[in-house]
Every structure is written in C-alpha cells, then in structure tokens.
C-alpha cells in the first residue's frame, strides 16, 4: 500500500475567475440580441469605420458577439487584436497596424482584409471576485486613422453602456434562474424577461459625467440624441438642468446633492423638455466618482423612457375609466367614495347621488346600441358640467350613474343642484340620425345615523331612488336619516 500523500490544491489564476466571470454571463454562443447589435452599429457610424465588432475573449477563442461590415463569428485567440485590449484598463488605440511589431505580421493585417487601424476599449463585469475583462469593442479600419481624445471618450462611452446593457442582462437571468423552483413564478419571470429585452431594444440611452471641480457635463452622443441637441455644444451644469420643469429640476438637483454629500447612487424619473420643445419622460442614473478619497464627479446613464411612461398612463387610466363615457368606473369609484367617506368621518360634507336614466333600455330597442352609447356619453359630459365644481363622476353600470358632491358651496345647496341636474337631464341627445329624449331619476344620501360605512351609504342612495321611482320618473328624492327620505 503506498502511503497517504497531501493533496496540492490547484491554483486559482486571475485569468481562472476572468472565464468563470464570462461563462456565468451565458453570452458566449449566444443569439443575436438587438440592443448589442444597435450600439455596434452606432460605433461604426460615429466613427465612419467599415468593422465594428462586440468580441469576447474566451479560453482559446475570440467570439464575436455583435458585428458590422464583417462576416466573422470567431477566430483563434492568438491572433485576436482584442486580446491585447483586455490586458490593460485603457483603450488601446493602434493608428497603424503594419507599424508595430506586435501585429506586423498578423494574417489579418499581412493578409486578406488588411486590416491597417484598430481602436478597442475592454468590457468588464463584476462579481464577487472583482471586475474582469471579458471582451472589448472595438472599430476597425483597412487605412490608417488617427483618434482625437474626444473620440476616444466616445467610444469608452459607448463600452460603458454595454457594460451596462450585460449587468442588466445578468440580472434578469439570474432572478429567472432563482424562480425556476416555483413554476407559475417562472412563468412570470420569463414574461418579464421577455417584456424587457423588448423594452431595451427600443430604448434611447447615453451615459454622462459632472465634473465637481468646474460642474463642466460630459455627454455620450446618446444624451445629445435624447436633447435633440448638436453634439458639438457643451453645456454646462446649469444648462443641462434648464432642460427639465421647475419641479422636475429641483428633484434631480436634490438627487445630485443628495449623492455628492452621501456618496449613495440615486435613481430619479422626471419630465423632461427637449431643445425643440418636446415633452418627453427621463431616467437618470447617477454614482459618485472618488479619485484618491476625494469626490470628483458624478456619472451614470440618462434614459429615455416616454413610450413606456405613456404605456403605464393609459393602462392605469384604462383600469379607472368607463370605456364608454370616458369618466370612472365602478372600481374607481368605490376607491374614491371610501376616501370621501374616511374624510367625512373628520367633518368634511359630502352628498351621494345616484341617478337612473329613465326607460333606457326603450332607447336602445327603438334607436339601437350605438345611439344608447351616444346617450351614455352625453350624460357623462353632462355630470362634468362647470356647475357641479369638479364633482367626481362616475359611471356604475348600464344606465346607472353616480355623482359624489365635495364641495362645501355645492353640499350645503344640495337640493338646488340636484333640481338642476334634473332640468339638464332632460335635454334631448342628438344621435347620428335622430333627437333622442332622456331624462334620470335621482336618489341622494348624505354620511350620518345609518349611513356611516360605503355600504350603508350606497344603500341609503339607492333606497331613495327607487322610492323616486315609485313615484314618478323624472324626479329626486333624499335619504335623511331618521327623519326618512323627502322629495
């Protein structure tokens, strides 16, 4: 038997957590994915280069994960210019490849393309390592080029947003991964997922830098783009916050303050004015940037988010409003009367009126749906009316509606007002083809004895109501409490 021997642990190399760092991204191989393909292809543009590439630096391979001017998909490590790119933190910038001996006799520079200019900045991810080189983006030319500092900003930019752009992405994954165990949460996710890359293909965004020394801004082309601005204009702190409403300034002003005497990011969404005048909604990302302890600038993405802000609008306003009379629903209305309700347990007066359009369903047998619809909208407009003061409005269901009277002036001369929106009940509507006649019956609550909760009260309501139908259609009647109803 040989005897027992100490096992050596292997060695963890920084270029060991480099690939883990890259494997755990799932990029490698990968389908093409809009957003990256998108900043490539800006690359390109901004710098008037025929190849720009997104590569990443795998073992023994670099893969091309985004590409323009360029059919590639990968090559052998060794001969990658942007394996030289992830050696160092600074762009590297080669204004002449046939001139330096490390890419002389390169078969992509000696050879076919012939490649001459090459300019790449590196792509780092973090984790709990550190921050790795994964890949680099790059621009590429068959001439010589020279790059001013400006350009080479540029295109440290643009890396900044893929940086971004890739943590987001990792960030998904791994909550789709941790909700694999709960199957309807992954399905959820997975929408999600879904939902936001849709959303990042379609997003406007740029990444920006305040310098605290002079307030002097640092704009990506991305940032010019969502100001409608020329990118040859530099503004400076004060210029940049014009754009915003007064409101909307304070509140990135606060945020900016906030981070440089915390050092805490923040993440602010805001109104926002265009050069051209154009109304538009923003995302602003900011960190602070500390060089030797010291403060010296702010930086972080800006994000033009107005389609999705307009989306969220009209889902929240679609879930409150009445498709067909355009004011509340029946939902929307049980939220608001609870609030009134809460508030009149405090003191403040409020009346309740619920109205009946009177033989509804007539109208709709003789003159047809779409003529109720013209009627149903033309009550809705009516309860709108100047007079009524803002009266919150709402619409029950079929032919009932319900008003909810707040102010003081309008309660206290609640009878007057109910006898008028009688009179203006009445007015015929005019339809496509024909004058159509309408009128409502009305019953009215007010909070006290008998009628403290929202249940009680819409019972009130409701109980003077039919007692005015009874009646006669046309007419109004009151809940008072224990002195009965009056008309």
Known sequence: MNPPTDLVPPVITDEDRRLSALHALGLLDSEPEGAFDAVVALAAQRFDCPVSMLTLIDRDRQWIKARVGTDLIETCRDIAFCNHTIRSDAPLVIEDLTADPRFADNQFVAGDPHVRFYAGVPIHVSDAHGRHPIGSLCVIDSKPRTLTNDQI?????????????????????EAVSIAESAQEQSRILHRQDRVFR????????????????DESVSWSEGVYHIHELDPASHPDLRAALDYYPPHDRAAISAAL????????????????????????RVRSRGELEIENGRAVAVFGVFQDVTDRYRVERKLRESASTDEVTRIANRAEFNRVLEAELEEARSGKPIVLVL???DDFKTTNDTFGHLAGDDVLRAIGQRLRSPYLKDSFAARLGGDEFALLLTDPDLVAEAPAVIARLLEVLKTPVQSTDDLLPVSGTIGSARPGPGAETVRDLMHAADTALYTAKRARRGTAYAYAGARGLTG
Request: aromatic fraction near 4%; glycine fraction near 8%.
């Open 153 to 173: 900003d540029a295109l440290g930019h643009a890396a900044t947003i893929v940086e971004a752009m890739i943590s987001t992405r990792a960030a998904v994954r």
């Open 257 to 280: 303050t906030g981070t440089i005497e915390t050092g805490a990011p923040y993440e602010i969404e805001v109104d926002f004015i265009t050069a051209k005048g154009k109304r538009r």
């Open 355 to 357: 109205i009946d359009l």
């Open 198 to 213: 849709q959303v990042e293909r379609m997003t406007m965004i740029g990444s920006w830098r305040l310098d605290l020394n």
